[in-house]
């Protein structure tokens, strides 16, 4: 099986049929998704889908982009919120200066904010990182420092330098259709870096299809491919790329369920 450890089902659900996207997620071997938070205002949406499908968890959190509106400087909504047993990450949270659609420093504000709740909940923190690699490091750093928590740098964009400090935190990567995309090879150069035990794959849908689906709406089921381009760039089989990536989800993720059928 496979799982997509990143995807944005609501937004999926304003233009698709969210049955027919998780029948056909399943049908490619993809047995388990998370569906992401990037606001709190549309958090009850992100909840229900997960609620609706046994195979479908979800986060909370506050996307950089939304830091502005929706930032948060305290913990506490966000740990109420994590009591929910469908929630089983906090985030995605974290720094984006390409479009800087919130001010950096709210946006920081309620970085370390989710880091808090990450550590207070003991919930994998979803990062989000763009064109901000030095401030990110910076942050998870001193975050660590003041009590450690389990974390993956979801939709891994950014370069060696923070892969390096995220994996000395023992923290988890995760690598999306940008994988497959033919200029992308310092990606593929992190993948080789990232030890076996802490790599996960996901979709980040709709963004971001993998090569051959470019340009097109990305959906959970497409994740195959990403694993494709990986079990090329790390010389693994699929049925290896598949259980890795399988059990290092469930290890970070551990308060989903893992399907009994893929026990």
């Not at 909840?47 to 959190?61: F, H, L, P, Q, R």
């Not at 935190?169 to 033919?182: D, E, N, P, R, V």
């Amino acid at each position: 099986m496979l799982v997509d450890s990143h995807c944005h089902l609501d937004m999926i659900a304003d233009h698709q049929d969210l049955d027919e996207v998780v029948a056909r997620a399943r049908r490619a071997g993809v047995q388990t998704m998370v569906t992401i938070s990037t606001t709190l205002s549309g958090w009850d949406r992100v909840k229900e889908i997960a609620e609706t499908y046994d195979n479908v968890w979800c986060s909370v959190g506050v996307h950089p982009h939304e830091a502005g509106p929706e930032g948060q400087s305290a913990p506490d909504k966000l740990i109420e919120l994590a009591q929910h047993p469908r929630v089983v990450g906090i985030g995605e949270s974290g720094l984006d200066y390409h479009y800087d659609n919130s001010p950096r420093q709210a946006q920081a504000e309620s970085f370390r904010t989710h880091i808090v709740a990450a550590r207070e909940t003991g919930l994998p923190l979803i990062v989000h990182a763009r064109e901000a690699d030095e401030d990110t490091a910076t942050i998870l750093r001193e975050g660590y420092d003041q009590g450690p928590f389990p974390c993956v740098m979801h939709c891994f964009s950014s370069g060696v330098g923070l892969a390096e400090a995220a994996l000395d935190l023992g923290f988890y990567i995760s690598m999306s259709g940008i994988a497959t995309f033919k200029k992308a090879e310092e990606i593929r150069e992190v993948a080789r870096m990232v030890p076996e035990h802490r790599l996960l794959v996901e979709t980040d849908a709709p963004y971001l299809a993998p090569t051959p689906r470019r340009g097109k709406p990305n959906e959970p089921s497409y994740v195959s491919y990403t694993a494709d381009s990986l079990c090329e760039t790390l010389g693994l089989t699929r049925a290896e790329l598949e259980r890795r990536t399988t059990d290092n989800f469930f290890r970070l993720f551990s308060r989903a369920e893992r399907p009994a059928d893929a026990a």
